[in-house]
């Protein structure tokens, strides 16, 4: 939390409590609205795909929390962010994130006043929409939540009042797009499993090879170039 918060908070008789006493908190990027956190997400480049940034809350209750997101330029631009504060936490210093960056989304931010705060559940505190630029498989994370400093550092162990104890990174995937079937090789299966989806009706989102949002003959025709035209 930024030192203006906190005077803030202090001033308006907020109690800043310790991470000793508030127990673990925890903070995960989840790539998919279906139950539980999935942190990893199979995507090609020109695709968009949407993190979720969610707080664990330990059973003594979040009263306050700030925190920032990296991510990897090489891989994702950052297109869009939207700060949610969860029901029941009325303040909001900075309504909306405060600023997005090359590599960077700051301020996702909100308190209860007074508490006590939700307890032994999770929330999401926001989105990021990220447009994918060049998906690597590099074993690294691509999106990470926790506190981006004055000084420009970044880590978990400076969080206040709250301690991270806890962080699930996010990692995006990359795909071969000829790998219709995901199997991890392309071969004539997949020219067959692209076929079958294209017939469909309506066809399946993913034959909109070219990108273009419009699914006709264009796209196959497309497949087939970069199928055939593959060593």
């Known amino acids: ?121 999770s929330f999401v505190a926001g989105t990021i929409e990220f447009v994918v630029t060049d998906a690597i498989n590099d074993g690294a994370a691509d999106v990470t939540p926790g506190l981006l400093g004055i000084d420009g550092g970044f880590g978990s162990n400076a969080f206040l009042p709250l301690a991270i104890t806890d962080v699930s990174p996010g990692f995006v995937i990359g795909q071969n797009r000829l790998d219709c079937d995901g199997n991890g090789v392309v071969n004539i299966s997949d020219l067959f499993c692209f076929i079958n989806l294209f017939t469909m009706t309506p066809p399946d989102p993913s034959t909109d090879f070219d990108g273009n949002g419009i699914i006709n003959i264009s796209d196959l025709f497309a497949y087939i170039n970069a199928f055939t035209a593959q060593p």
């Open 1 to 121: 939390m930024t030192r203006k918060t906190q005077q803030l908070l202090a001033a308006m008789g907020a109690a800043v409590v310790s991470a000793a006493a508030l127990g673990q908190v925890g903070l995960a990027v989840d790539f998919d609205p279906a139950p539980g956190i999935q942190d990893t997400v199979i995507a090609s480049a020109g695709d968009t795909v949407t993190a979720a940034l969610v707080v664990w809350a330990p059973n003594a209750g979040v009263l306050a929390y700030e925190f920032s997101a990296r991510f990897d330029p090489v891989e994702l631009t950052a297109s869009a962010a939207n700060e949610l504060v969860p029901t029941g936490f009325g303040f909001n210093l900075t309504p909306g994130v405060r600023s997005v960056g090359p590599s960077f989304v700051e301020g996702f931010e909100a308190a209860i006043l007074p508490g006590p705060g939700p307890a032994g559940t």
